[in-house]
């Protein structure tokens, strides 16, 4: 069974960083594309960043500049360092990975809160 743990998120005032973590655990040959998504009360759930297994980025125009998605293979851990946080960055996030087992899939981790207050 594959288990995706997310750490991280809290509260912090505009301007300020934080920084979230995912890993999987459990039986699978391989992880391909890591992500985070977001999802904002009454909001459905939005793309913020993914990474593919080369390390090539990609994020939604509104977090670029200030959100950087990395991972770690040995780990099978992916990482949001989020900086100059804005109020409307305010949602819980959920990491996202695609991983084969007996054949691909997507997993979800329990979602976090982040709170930007102004």
């Known amino acids: 069974q594959v288990q995706l743990v997310e750490s991280g998120g809290g509260l912090v005032q505009a301007g300020g960083s934080l920084s979230l973590s995912c890993a999987a655990s459990g039986r699978f040959f391989s992880i391909n594309t890591m992500g985070w998504y977001r999802q904002a009360p009454g909001k459905q759930r939005e793309l913020v960043a993914t990474i593919t297994t080369r390390g090539n980025t990609n994020y939604t125009d509104s977090v670029k500049g200030r959100f950087t998605i990395s991972r770690d293979n040995t780990k099978n851990t992916v990482y949001l360092q989020m900086n100059s946080l804005k109020p409307e960055d305010t949602a819980v996030y959920y990491c996202?990975?695609?991983?084969?087992?007996?054949?691909?899939?997507?997993?979800w981790g329990q979602g976090t809160q982040v709170t930007v207050s102004s």
């Open positions: 996202n990975f695609k991983i084969g087992t007996v054949g691909w899939n997507d997993y």
